[in-house]
């Protein structure tokens, strides 16, 4: 049996991130919740994460910082975004970036559920260089 993908959620706001990650846990996914950007990047996690949602801004490294360091650093896991204060121009350079989607908070289930699904299967459709 093939085990659980991993799904990291990085966001400063406890109470977003502990929603998010218990909501993909009740799906079936291994979720891991991490209050920071540098949390994630020195977790075992980097490594074994086949999504990654982020929250666009929070203190220290900002989730735009995180995908440009990911992808200076080789890592191609694919990134769903999250965040507050939608701005066009933020969405449209994540998204030119790589990234999955861009969700406004809050979001709804169905909707995380499917940006998660295309996550994975662009994951299988890259080999693994992380």
């Keep these: 049996?093939?085990?659980?993908?991993?799904?990291?959620?990085?966001?400063?706001?406890?109470?977003v991130r502990t929603?998010?990650?218990?909501?993909?846990t009740s799906l079936g996914f291994s979720a891991y919740a991490f209050g920071s950007a540098q949390e994630f990047l020195l977790?075992?996690?980097?490594?074994?994460?086949?999504c990654l949602i982020a929250d666009v801004?929070?203190?220290?490294?900002s989730g735009v910082e995180l995908?440009?360091?990911?992808?200076?650093?080789?890592?191609?896991?694919?990134?769903?975004?999250?965040t507050a204060f939608p701005e066009h121009g933020i969405r449209d350079?994540?998204?030119?970036?790589?990234?999955?989607d861009f969700l406004?908070?809050?979001?709804?289930?169905?909707?995380?559920l499917e940006c998660v699904e295309r996550a994975l299967a662009?994951?299988?459709?890259r080999p693994n260089d992380d």
């Design 1 to 15: 049996m093939d085990e659980a993908p991993i799904i990291s959620v990085v966001d400063d706001d406890v109470s």
């Design 19 to 24: 929603a998010t990650a218990r909501l993909l």
């Design 43 to 50: 977790s075992p996690r980097l490594h074994e994460t086949s």
């Design 57 to 61: 801004e929070m203190p220290g490294m």
């Design 67 to 82: 995908q440009e360091y990911l992808t200076a650093h080789g890592h191609s896991t694919p990134m769903i975004f999250i």
């Design 93 to 100: 350079r994540l998204l030119r970036a790589g990234a999955v």
């Design 104 to 112: 406004s908070k809050p979001f709804d289930e169905p909707r995380l």
């Design 122 to 125: 662009r994951r299988q459709d």
